[in-house]
């Protein structure tokens, strides 16, 4: 268990998903599924594919500035830029260093790409947590952003209808009034959920239901173990924002949990998976609905690819 010492409070949000929507009945023409195996075994009705030209750092870019925008601050008091990603454009640049240049921020501002699968978001908000306190400026700018259309796999129904692309960004800032708590935790484990980078196929492999089996263990271990460290009850949770893999995930963990699934914020069925860009995209978007108060305290919990998890307890 970690807790960020002076605390962490979200100052904005962004998102962007390449405007090409595949829908499940498209999938259905390329390999052997169906809309409704699709929706009942997982939620999903859509996903967006970026096309040939786009790039990682476009999504990122377009989710950043919109992060900023809502945040209202000057760019320059940006002091990191870490960016959660299992498919970036290059090793090296990373795309962390690309939006750093494409947005006019200093050289003076750390900038790096962090792979944690899908609870890299999580993982990414310590770590630019940690940049902050060692940094003269006051904001850090988080980004999942994910193109996994590029590694799937057209051939495997088992994996090719579950993924989408997009992007999800947050400026934070250290702040004493807002309590942060977060469990990130690790497995080795390479034969659940891979995407090898050695081979000609670099596709995603993954073996569905033990991956399913290890969220829904996890994941409610995880959101108790943050309302008991923040000295809440399950009850004062606001909003319980899961990775949006798949809705019966989410709905077992809210039945574990004991609470309503009204209080899960659930989008994958407009997004299908973006890895770490989900949780961002989600809470971006329920930033635009208005859904997100002052005051109001959240539960946010990643899994994924590693394996990995990362939750935390955040206060608005
Ligand atoms: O972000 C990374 C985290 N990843 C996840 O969270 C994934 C977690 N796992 C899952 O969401 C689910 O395990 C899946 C959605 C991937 C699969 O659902 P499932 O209920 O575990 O299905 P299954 O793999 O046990 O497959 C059941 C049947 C099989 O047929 P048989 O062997 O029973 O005849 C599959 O071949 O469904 C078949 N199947 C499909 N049928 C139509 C598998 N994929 C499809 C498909 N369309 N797309």
Redesign the pocket.
């Known amino acids: 268990m970690m807790q960020v010492k002076n605390g962490l409070r979200f100052v904005g949000f962004g998102h962007y998903v390449p405007p090409r929507i595949v829908t499940n009945d498209d999938l259905s023409k390329i390999?052997?599924?169906?809309d409704e195996?699709?929706t009942t075994?997982?939620g999903i009705k859509r996903r967006h594919f970026m096309e040939d030209e786009d790039t990682n750092l476009d999504l990122a870019l377009n989710a950043a500035k919109m992060a900023i925008e809502d945040a209202g601050i000057d760019p320059q008091e940006i002091g990191a830029v870490v960016l959660a990603t299992v498919r970036p454009d290059n090793m090296t640049p990373s795309v962390a260093c690309m939006v750093q240049k494409a947005l006019g921020l200093s050289e003076y501002t750390p900038s790096l790409d962090i792979n944690a699968?899908?609870s890299g978001f999580m993982y990414g908000l310590s770590v630019a947590a940690g940049f902050l306190m060692q940094s003269e400026k006051r904001y850090a700018l988080v980004i999942g952003s994910e193109t996994l259309s590029r590694v799937l796999d057209m051939t495997d129904?088992?994996t090719c209808?579950?993924f989408g692309d997009g992007a999800g960004a947050a400026v934070i800032e250290l702040s004493e009034k807002h309590r942060y708590f977060s469990v990130l935790g690790s497995r080795g484990n390479d034969d659940y959920?891979v995407i090898p980078n050695n081979s000609d196929k670099r596709y995603v492999r993954?073996s569905?239901?033990d991956?399913?089996k290890f969220?829904v263990s996890t994941v409610p271990r995880t959101v108790e173990e943050l309302i008991a460290v923040s000295g809440n009850t399950a009850e004062d949770i606001d909003w319980f924002v899961c990775?949006q893999?798949?809705k019966r995930?989410i709905e077992l963990v809210a039945k574990r949990v004991g609470q309503s699934l009204d209080r899960f914020y659930m989008n994958l069925e407009d997004y299908g998976?973006t890895?770490s860009a989900s949780i961002p995209i989600a809470l971006s978007e329920m930033n635009q609905k208005g859904l997100l108060k002052e005051g109001m305290k959240l539960i946010a919990v990643g899994?994924?690819?590693g394996l990995t998890w990362g939750g935390a307890y955040i206060e608005l």
């Open positions: 390999v052997d599924t169906n195996w699709i075994r997982t699968a899908c129904r088992s209808i579950l959920l993954m569905g239901g991956v399913f969220a990775h893999a798949n995930i998976n890895s899994f994924g690819g």
